[in-house]
């Protein structure tokens, strides 16, 4: 041991104390919360800010510093006593943990300057460290990035997709610290101890894993020395530690999970804390903290992306526009990257990957990692792509729900939105895929029905901040925009109207085709309809919506190819609410099953018959066919 | 080597290639489908069905019958090929894959009644299996549990949920294969045809396994041997094959996954493959099948459940009312079984681990296989009950969509629904649930406001058919109704009406006591409302509001603890819409933050307050404080 480590050891487990000293007094303080949680990672939390990490605790936000992303969100108040020791901000803050007032919040979430995503949905945080990992390639940085688990988060699969990728990617700019604390909330976890159990797992999924007694700080600035020495992948620390460690009346003690200690309670646990400070050590945290080299980034400047070039009446699909239009994206913007789940040959991202090959990311079958992975990107100034069929994106859903609540600047896209999907059937339709991500507050969800739509809102997706979700369907649609028609976030375009339009169908993806071809049918027939194409259902355009529900009697129609909850027709009906207008709504009422495209269009209430049937109901004319 | 198999192992590999040409024939017959992916697992699927399996293909629900579920769905082909084969159905039926009017979909669903779930979404099939494994042990059957996996397919984090539980729960009646054909859908497996890296990570999980080659018909009849001889833990058959073995042209080749051959394709293919029928061996396949023992089962009945015991007036909490119902009817009902991931002691769950232990099935923190397991107990006949936080079951929402495709009769309660859970913030929020399971067309959603309600409804869910889905609330909430008041799926309450009343609020769950505070505030100052509980949020009673529309001038407003897409507000919009009436919507608008309860009900617009404004701002009469 070198004289330096000699004097670093007691001043780094004097901050550790200090650190649960400071997690027991915030919970208290807030009345609730999961002291027991810090106490076990106090020491590994103590040694990784205030040795491991290099970091400037004013300017986190700095693309050459070390992440630290905390997969057990419950240990939050930890989180922020090691950043209010670091300096980043006055520790008297912590007693306002969890108020309304505060971004200190019972979970961390990016409100905070210094929390990259949203944790507290446990194995997301591993994910989402992959991404930032990634990034640091992209940028070409040495910067590293740390993740802590908790030992009963292991359990969540997710964290075995990102054990896959991170060492199929071969990131050993990434190290994980595994919790062990041998509790879990309501009971003792699966392995407790046992940790061989850990280590068998991880070196089976092609890790490099260290275990140390987690509460031994020598071991523990050993264990970061060895990770960062190995090449070629990522290593797991998996500490053996206590749950409550510090404080007898809780030490391993079952029941304590989530509970903050009563007001004697604390008082007895301050007193026993602190006979366990080093005497004669003092602690200038902030002064032992590591800064990154300052370093000039000059990201290189996106250029313009050509535009589309399709031909009116062409027949597209979505899907393939998309492929197109990302490889053209790609190529132009450096920040934008591209993931996929062992789907590319059918969305078209394979165009993307050979246009930028060193930024696409594949995640094979594993779609909870892919989005996390996105989440991690995007945190660090990527632009992350990811996408799949439209369906799969559900298994991510809970990550989605975590990316709005952190806010983070994703561009989901999935493909085979549907019915429409036709023979593969029911299992690969999407059919809730906007209630998913239309129910989130801060998504955008676009929804192209042809080329150049799709290419001009994938434009708009990368340039908007936050999260976004374009949905893309399988069959080939007409093109009925013209190269340079412009296209807005929020927007709706009026594709057929007249004077004497009686009723106004609302389409959207590929039900345009069908809405199209049901207003040549009543025209015939002397029967004019209003076409709208909504190609951005969140934000929806409120205006145009009861503009044309004014110019039309009232008499609106839905056209969506999915359930009928959360989607086209909800937000329409939304939107209208006020003006005193209802819808008249077809979609997809009951379980479908296989069959050719349009059969399902025909069969499930959404082809261009029951288009002209609705309004000719609707209407009370005489049927027009 | 015995005669018996010297002569077996022939007629097996002729019906392997028997199988091949059938589902090349009925994917080509499609036009499309996944022909290659078949002929990989085709001599597995002949062993299992002619040689391994106990069962009657006239009675596949048959309850000391073997199982098996084809985890990687897209293979349906020959899944039905060895069911025609077996007798189920007539081989000619083969050539309607995947029409409108057949049964013989893409991707397998329970329509076919040898089919217990829906497959299709990768990784969950292994998850069903561990609950049909589990079920086996409740009516103390020792049937076997069969699941064919892809290579692909073990990239899904739901897979090492399963590997994990599974061993936990040392499922030694259950057999994973999987076949390692090394190609996904657009490039080579992670670990392509390396199979020490599939034996490493299933060792490590603590499952028996055996690696062989796949095509080797007396390797894998001795490892099903083996496998059946192991006590203590599942065995993992890893079998090393060939995508597309037997037709050289697609054998081992990429860019062949998921397409059906062409026409003159389809001749070659079945040309050659013909040239691997074993002269000489004449095979009656349904003649080689084992069938179960006969026996007769009597399953215990179900026992009268207790009535409610609360006081009017009483606090409590719904999710702890749901404890105490689960309790009782565990014990009344023997088909009942609970899962639960981790948080048994926030969702009183524990209450009936304690009633019957040897029906409770704890998952730790893994929640996709939780409910994939309901899945598997529900087709057995089980009748699971699974929770967790609410937010927490949105990990698990492409199983809730997987079981609505399969109808399976599962019941799935989330708890700590709503910004009322307070302090621990948004990610511990479910804003999103009732969007989630009220998209499903098929799924019944319930929403107690009080705890006679819950219990009341906990009863009814257990005695639909079919997914049911319960939303539970953290805080304690008045009981409002006598113990022996009635509900039905489908009803509503109305608990405040009067001849004079100017609007109706349309409340559930917590808002439910807001809104009777508004009602005692605005009675205060001379003004009535009506107040609704929708405690059945689908299948809504559509009757029901129109009347209370009707009867207070169209005023309606809902307060909905939630976001407001898909739940309470769009499911009376749409209810009451072809009536010609809009909806005042109070909801959650914005991601929430962590505070008091009652802080964030007034913070997110859903308070009595809120209520109070929002009746005076649509009646414009003075505002009542």
Redesign the interface.
Known sequence: MTSDRASLIPALKNIATQLRIDSARSTTQ????HPTSCFSMADLAAALFFSEMRFDPQRPHEPDADRFILSK?HAAPILYAAWAAAGAFDRSELLKL???G?DL???P?P?LPFVDV??????QGICAAIGSALNARRIQSDYRTYVLLGD??S???????AA?VAA?DRLDNLCGITDVNRL????P??WQHDMGQFE??W???GWNTIVIDGHDMAAILDAFDQARSVTGRPTMILARTEKGKGVSFVEGKD?WHGKAFKKDELEKAITELETQIVPGVPVNAPALIRKPEARQRAEAASKPIPAPNYKLGDHVATREAFGDALARLVTANPRVVVL?A?????TYT?RAEKAASDRFY?????E??MVGAAMGLSARGAIPFASTFA??L??A??FI??A??G?NNIKLAGTHAGVSIG??????MA??DL??C?????FTVLYPSDAVSTERLIALAAEKQGPVYIRLSRPKTSVIYANDETFTIGGLKVVKESADDVATVIAAGVTVDQALEAHERLKASGTSIRVIDLYSVAPVDREGLLAAARATKGRLITVEDH????GV???V??AV??G??????LA????P????PE??LE?FGISATHIVNAVTSLVGTVAAR
Chains 1, 2 share one sequence.
Request: proline share 2%.
């Open positions: 807030a009345g609730s919360g969100g969890r108020e309304l505060s919040e019972g979970h979430t409100r949203a944790t507290g949905s446990l194995g009963g988060e359990a969540e699969g997710s964290v075995w997709e896959n199929r879990g909330q309501s009971q976890t699966m068998r797992r070196q089976a999924f029941n996929d062992d789907v590319k040959n059918s394979d594949e995640n094979f079958i594993a909870q990692v369906c799969f559900y298994r859903a809970d729900r975590m709005a609540i806010s023979e593969d059937g029911p299992s690969q059919l809730e209630a998913m239309g129910a989130e507050p801060n359930y009928s909850t959360g027709g909800d937000a009906a939304e609410a006020d005193g207008f209802t819808v008249h709504r997809v009422t009951e379980i099953r296989s069959g050719k059969e399902l069969r």
